[in-house]
Structures are given as structure tokens and as C-alpha cells.
């Protein structure tokens, strides 16, 4: 499986992103597409994830902020952000799951200035 990520940018403090990402090759055998974020000097760590059923998980920092979808047959997974803090920036990575499969995309850069 391949990720294709794109999407992040620079944007002021309670302002949108919308973060894409792509998934080709053995996609059937992709179960959980999601999102993770690194700051600087951080560890990687889980925003939101989504099961091919619809059901979502949220890390607490994000929720009612953020919201994930998939879309293209569960090919696609994207990531709403609105009302984005400069505690928001980081290096975002999409992740596909399944049985035998585990991708990682390219991370793509969102900086939200005070």
C-alpha cells in the first residue's frame, strides 16, 4: 500500500486546513486510515483514526475541532481542521491498517501562527 498525503500549509490561529490522502496498491487490504501528528520535540502521536464502518476516535485535544472522513470507497481518507491552535502545528502522517498492512505517508507540514 502507498499513501499519498498533501494538503498542510501555514494558516493563522482559528483558521482551516483540510489534509488529503490517498491510498493505491493492495488498498483491499487497508481495515483503519488515519492521522498522526509529530511536533518538534514530541512524540508521534494518534489525532483521529476511521474504520471503513464510520466509526472514528479523536484524540481528547482535537475533538469537536477536527473531523475525519474517507471517501473514493474508503480509499481516501481526509482531515478537517478547523479552529486550529499553534499547539495544532506539526508534521501530520496518514496511516493505513489492516490484518497484513501497515503505510505510512509522506508527512505534510501544517504551522498555525498566533
Known amino acids: 500500500v502507498q499513501l499519498q498525503a498533501s494538503g498542510g500549509g501555514l494558516v493563522q490561529a482559528g483558521g482551516s486546513l483540510r489534509l488529503s490522502c490517498a491510498a493505491s496498491g493492495s488498498i483491499s487490504k487497508i481495515y483503519v486510515m488515519g492521522w498522526h501528528r509529530q511536533a518538534v520535540g514530541k512524540q508521534r502521536e494518534v489525532v483521529a483514526a476511521m474504520a471503513p464502518d464510520g466509526r472514528t476516535n479523536y484524540a481528547d485535544s482535537v475533538k469537536g475541532r477536527f473531523t475525519i472522513f474517507r471517501a473514493n470507497g474508503n480509499n481516501t481518507v481526509y482531515l478537517q481542521m478547523n479552529s486550529l491552535k499553534p499547539d495544532d502545528t506539526g508534521v501530520y502522517y496518514c496511516?493505513?491498517?489492516?490484518?497484513?498492512?501497515?503505510?505510512w505517508g509522506q508527512g505534510t507540514q501544517v504551522t498555525v501562527s498566533s
Open positions: 496511516n493505513a491498517e489492516g490484518l497484513v498492512v501497515s503505510a
